[in-house]
């Protein structure tokens, strides 16, 4: 499986940055997706999760910042990062939840988010 996540950058506190994942996952539409980032130093962390249906739900830290879609069709995760605060510095992945067990984490893209 593929996975590739893109988009990132560097932004300041307070700017918004949109991330993109392409996966190469088939059936795409039976799997839930999420976006996984790990900061600096500590472990990667669930930062949203879409359902089949799109809907997503959020971690407590980027709840009402952040808004995670998903195209069933172009087998793609999107993920519109808005009021970026430092603490959301790191390397966001896509990924399922019920394919982790393969260990395969793709390409993450890297957020600097800085004063």
């Known amino acids: 499986v593929q996975l590739q996540a893109s988009g990132g950058g560097q932004v300041q506190t307070g700017g918004s940055l949109r991330l993109s994942c392409t996966t190469s996952i088939t059936p795409f539409s039976i799997y839930i997706m999420a976006w996984y980032r790990q900061a600096p130093g500590k472990q990667r962390e669930l930062v949203a999760q879409i359902a089949r249906g799109g809907s997503a739900t959020y971690s407590n830290s980027v709840k009402g910042r952040f808004t995670a879609s998903r195209d069933n069709a172009k087998r793609t995760v999107d993920l519109q990062m808005n009021s970026l605060k430092s603490e959301d510095t790191g390397v966001y992945y896509c990924?399922?939840?019920?394919?982790?067990?393969?260990?395969?984490w793709g390409q993450g893209t890297l957020v600097t988010v800085s004063s």
């Open positions: 990924n399922s939840p019920q394919l982790l067990s393969s260990g395969n």
